[in-house]
Nanobody, 123 residues
Framework: QVQLVESGGGLVQAGGSLRLSCAAS????????MGWFRQAPGKEREFVAA????????YYADSVKGRFTISRDNAKNTVYLQMSSLKAEDTAVYYC????????????????WGQGTQVTVSS
């Protein structure tokens, strides 16, 4: 069983920045691909970013490319999402997820999810 706990959400003005963190309770975190997703009110959950087990490969949705950066610290069992140049349309609940299969390349299949953290961007 893997527990994922997100933190770092909040209210920020458009153009501002936030860094989300996701801490994992697992001794084998360094073998997992990790992802960030988001869900805005009335919309389906959508992919934001992913990172492979080593941090050497990252993937982004077109809507956040160049503004968001995913990274990880395997020594701390934590994955991050640095969000910059935030827009009102980035407002959503952000979830982190883990693919524990050991899959090296996408598409990843996430089998554990966090509870989410709210990000609200005021225009």
């Amino acid at each position: 069983q893997v527990q994922l706990v997100e933190s770092g959400g909040g209210l920020v003005q458009a153009g501002g920045s936030l860094r989300l963190s996701c801490a994992a309770s697992s001794r084998t975190f360094s073998s997992y691909a990790m992802g960030w997703f988001r869900q805005a009110p009335g919309k389906e959950r959508e992919f934001v970013a992913a990172i492979n087990w080593s941090g050497g490969r990252t993937y982004y949705a077109d809507s956040v490319k160049g503004r968001f950066t995913i990274s990880r610290d395997n020594a701390k069992n934590t994955v991050y999402l640095q969000m910059s140049s935030l827009k009102a349309e980035d407002t959503a609940v952000y979830y982190c997820a883990a693919d524990t299969s050991g899959r090296v390349h996408p598409p990843y299949e996430y089998d554990y999810w966090g509870q989410g953290t709210q990000v609200t961007v005021s225009s």
